[in-house]
C-alpha cells in the first residue's frame, strides 16, 4: 500500500500559490519550489507568476534538457489528478523534442562572430568619425552609427540572456556586462528581470511589465481601471495626468521612442540602487560605470554643445527602431487580465505576438526577433533557426486554428497607432467628462 501513489486536486494545488508556499506541476508531479525560488537563475517572478499551476510547457520551452534531473529533490510525493495534456500542448512538445535531437539548440552558427564583428566595425566607424573628423556631417553620421551599433549590441545581450552565446557560462556572463552594461547604459540584470516576466506572462496587463507604460501610454482601456501592477507591486494609476497623455498616445507614440532610451537608463539605475535582491549588483552597477564615463567623454569631445545634443538625439532616434519594432511586436496583439496559464502556454503565445514580414537578407536587423511567436515559444533556440522553424509553427498554429500574424513593417505600425488611437478616443471621452464635471 505504501507504493500507492498519492494525488491532488487542480483546485488543491492552486492553492500553493503564495509567498511561502510555491508549488508546480510538471508532468503531472507536483513539486515544492518555495526555497527554490530565492535562488532560481531565472529569477523569482516566473515561478510566483505559475505557482498553483500545472506548467510543463513553460518548464519545457525556458529549460535545457539537463535541467530535468534537479526536479526530484523537489518533489512533493503527489501526483496531479485528472492530469491530462491537450493536442495543441502534445504537438508542441513533441517539436521540443525534435529540435533537441537535431541539436537545434546547440547549433548557433557563426552568427555571434559575424555579429561581434559588425559591432566593432560599427562602433570604430562611429568613434573615428568623432575623434578624427570636424566635418558637421561626418559627426553626425557617427551618431547614426552609435545607435545603429547599440541595437546590434542589444540583440547579442538578448541572446546571451536566452542562452550560451559564449564557451562557458562565464565568459557568457561577461558577454552579458560587456554588451549591456559597459556598451549600452542598460542593466543585463534589469534586463533578465522584466524580460522573463514577459515571456511567461506574455501581453498580460497586469503581469507583462512590458505593455506597463502609465501614465504615457495604454494599450487597452482595461488601464483606465487602474490595475494592480503584479510585476511592480503597485497600483498603474489612471489619473487625470495619464488621462491627457493617453489622450494623445497616437501623436507622442513616435517622439516618446526617439527619447525612450532615457527610460531605459532610468529603470536601470531603479533597480540596482533598489533594496530589490540584484544579481551581480556589483559587477553591474561597474559595467554602468563604464558607460557614463566613456559615452560623456565621447560627446564632450565634439566641438560645441549644439553638436554635443544633436549627436545624442541622432543616436536615440536610429536605436527608436528598435523600440518601436518591440511595440509592434505586441501592443496591437490580444490582452488579457490576470495571472498566465501554464496549461494554455502555446495559446497564450499566438495571441499575445506579432511577426514582423521581411527579406532573409534584412534578419540582421531584426535580430531575428521580427519571428516574434517562434522566440516566444522556442526562446533557447538560436536566432539563426527560427526562420527555418516559421514555416513549422505555422502549419501547426493552421493545425489547430489558432492565429498566426505576420504584418509588414509599415502594416505594424498601421495596427500599433490604430490600437493607441483606439485607446486614446476612449481615454479623451473621459477626460472632457471630467472637465465637464468639475468646470
Not at 19 to 37: C, F, H, P
Not at 94 to 109: D, R
Amino acid at each position: 500500500m505504501s507504493d500507492e501513489k498519492k494525488y491532488i486536486t487542480a483546485e488543491e494545488l492552486k492553492k500553493h500559490n503564495k509567498q511561502d508556499d510555491l508549488w508546480i506541476s510538471i508532468q503531472g508531479k507536483v513539486y515544492n519550489v518555495t526555497d527554490w525560488v530565492k535562488e532560481h537563475p531565472g529569477g523569482d517572478i516566473p515561478i510566483r507568476s505559475l505557482a498553483g499551476q500545472e506548467a510543463t510547457d513553460a518548464f519545457i520551452a525556458f529549460h535545457p534538457g539537463t535541467a530535468w534531473k534537479y526536479l526530484d529533490k523537489f518533489f512533493t510525493g503527489y501526483y496531479l489528478q485528472d492530469y491530462q495534456v491537450s493536442e495543441v500542448s502534445k504537438d508542441y512538445r513533441k517539436l521540443c523534442s525534435e529540435f533537441a535531437k537535431a541539436g537545434m539548440f546547440e547549433k548557433k552558427g557563426h552568427g555571434v562572430i559575424y555579429s561581434l564583428c559588425f559591432v566593432t566595425l560599427l562602433l570604430t566607424m562611429s568613434f573615428s568619425g568623432v575623434l578624427l573628423s570636424n566635418n558637421f556631417w561626418i559627426h553626425m553620421f557617427s551618431g547614426a552609427l552609435l545607435g545603429l551599433s547599440w541595437m546590434q549590441i542589444s540583440y547579442l545581450g538578448h541572446d546571451s540572456g536566452h542562452y550560451l552565446i559564449m564557451t562557458t557560462r562565464g565568459f557568457n556572463k561577461l558577454a552579458q556586462i560587456l554588451t549591456g552594461n559597459c556598451l549600452t547604459g542598460i542593466s543585463i540584470a534589469w534586463w533578465k528581470w522584466t524580460h522573463n516576466a514577459h515571456h511567461v506572462a506574455c501581453n498580460s496587463l497586469d503581469h507583462d511589465p512590458d505593455l506597463q507604460h502609465l501614465p504615457v501610454f495604454a494599450v487597452s482601456s482595461t488601464f483606465f481601471k487602474s490595475l494592480n501592477s503584479y510585476f511592480y507591486g503597485r497600483e498603474l494609476t489612471f489619473d487625470s495626468a495619464a488621462k491627457f497623455f493617453v489622450s494623445y498616445q497616437h501623436f507622442t507614440y513616435y517622439p516618446i521612442m526617439c527619447v525612450a532610451r532615457v527610460n531605459l537608463f532610468v529603470q536601470t539605475l531603479l533597480l540596482l540602487f533598489s533594496k530589490r535582491k540584484v544579481p551581480d549588483r556589483g559587477l553591474n552597477i561597474l559595467g554602468i560605470l563604464v558607460f557614463w564615463t566613456w559615452f560623456p567623454l565621447l560627446v564632450s569631445t565634439l566641438p560645441n554643445w549644439t553638436e554635443r545634443v544633436l549627436f545624442v538625439l541622432i543616436s536615440f532616434c536610429v536605436t527608436s527602431l528598435q523600440h518601436i519594432q518591440f511595440t509592434l511586436n505586441h501592443f496591437a496583439a490580444d490582452v488579457y487580465v490576470g495571472q498566465p496559464e501554464g496549461n494554455d502556454w502555446f495559446e497564450k503565445q499566438t495571441s499575445g505576438t506579432i511577426d514582423i514580414a521581411c527579406s532573409s537578407w534584412m534578419d540582421w536587423f531584426y535580430g531575428g526577433l521580427q519571428f516574434q511567436l517562434e522566440h516566444h515559444l522556442f526562446p533557447r533556440l538560436p536566432r539563426c533557426h527560427l526562420r527555418k522553424v516559421s514555416p513549422i509553427v505555422q502549419d501547426l498554429c493552421k493545425k489547430h486554428k489558432l492565429p498566426y500574424r505576420s504584418l509588414s513593417f509599415y502594416e505594424a505600425n498601421v495596427w500599433t497607432i490604430r490600437t493607441l488611437k483606439t485607446a486614446a478616443m476612449q481615454a479623451r471621452g473621459l477626460l472632457w467628462e471630467a472637465v465637464n464635471t468639475h468646470g
